[in-house]
């Protein structure tokens, strides 16, 4: 069974920390990865997405890190804000029908001033 | 110039109606598909669809229905509404599987039935 998991579930850090969200999934054979960000009552927002070839990809403060043989990817977030605090997301895509996004249950992230 | 565009923002209807959700995208994308978010905010698959294929995650009763009227619109009809309906649903789209640009979101649709 194909399945994500995101460790830990709720993380607090004072501001000015970097931080670490990990992402597991079972199965290797991946298409890609993607990281997202949900604020409160607020949609997805694509933060880094890692194809399978890829070992990293970064986006500003924002480093995303992928191992598929051990299946886990890293989010590294540098210097964090309070605007970083939010519910952070790792999305596999397993291919198949249609391609099919599997979501891990997210990491909620708050950034204390 | 917003992607993947969804309406209402917010349903609140009573058990028993039957209501939709629009979705529409402007990227261009082949495959749309529409995700559940639950309580506690966990998201998952409901279906999937592009102009050949429409594919459906076997836990979804048959209330629930996808209409197409063309490939950058997916709307969601609900039939008989429960309420074990009430959620977050999103639309979402990709090209070629998501293979290259990864998944576009909208901003979801936070359903109550009472």
């Known amino acids: 069974k194909q399945e994500v998991t995101q460790i830990p579930a709720a993380l607090s850090v004072p501001e000015g920390e970097n931080l670490v969200l990990n992402c597991s999934f079972t199965?290797?054979?991946?298409?890609?990865l993607q990281w997202f960000r949900q604020d409160p009552g607020k949609g997805l927002t694509s933060l880094l997405l890692?194809?399978?070839?890829?070992r990293e990809q970064t986006s500003g403060r924002l480093n995303a890190s992928l191992d598929k043989s051990s299946g886990r990817s890293t989010l590294y977030i540098a210097a964090s804000q309070p605007g970083d605090s939010a519910t952070y997301l790792c999305?596999?895509?397993?291919?198949?029908?249609?391609?099919?996004?599997?979501f891990g249950k997210g990491t909620k992230l708050s950034v204390k001033p | 110039d917003t992607a993947v565009s969804q309406t209402p923002k917010y349903l609140v209807t009573q058990m028993g109606n039957d209501k939709s959700i629009k979705c529409e995208q402007n990227?261009?994308?082949?495959?749309m598909y529409w995700y559940k978010q639950d309580s506690k905010k966990f998201l998952k698959i409901m279906f999937s669809?592009?102009?050949?294929?429409?594919?459906i995650n076997e836990t979804v009763p048959n209330r629930f229905s996808p209409k197409s009227p063309d490939k950058a619109h997916l709307n969601l009809h609900i039939n008989s509404l429960e309420l074990g309906d009430s959620a977050v649903y999103f639309c979402?789209?990709?090209?070629?599987f998501g293979r290259g640009y990864g998944y576009t979101f909208g901003s979801g649709t936070r359903l109550t039935v009472v």
């Open positions: 999305a596999v895509n397993y291919g198949g029908s249609q391609g099919n996004l599997i």
């Open positions: 990227l261009g994308h082949d495959t």
């Open positions: 669809y592009n102009n050949k294929e429409l594919i």
């Open positions: 890692i194809q399978s070839s890829q």
């Open positions: 979402a789209s990709s090209q070629n």
């Open positions: 199965d290797s054979a991946i298409y890609n």
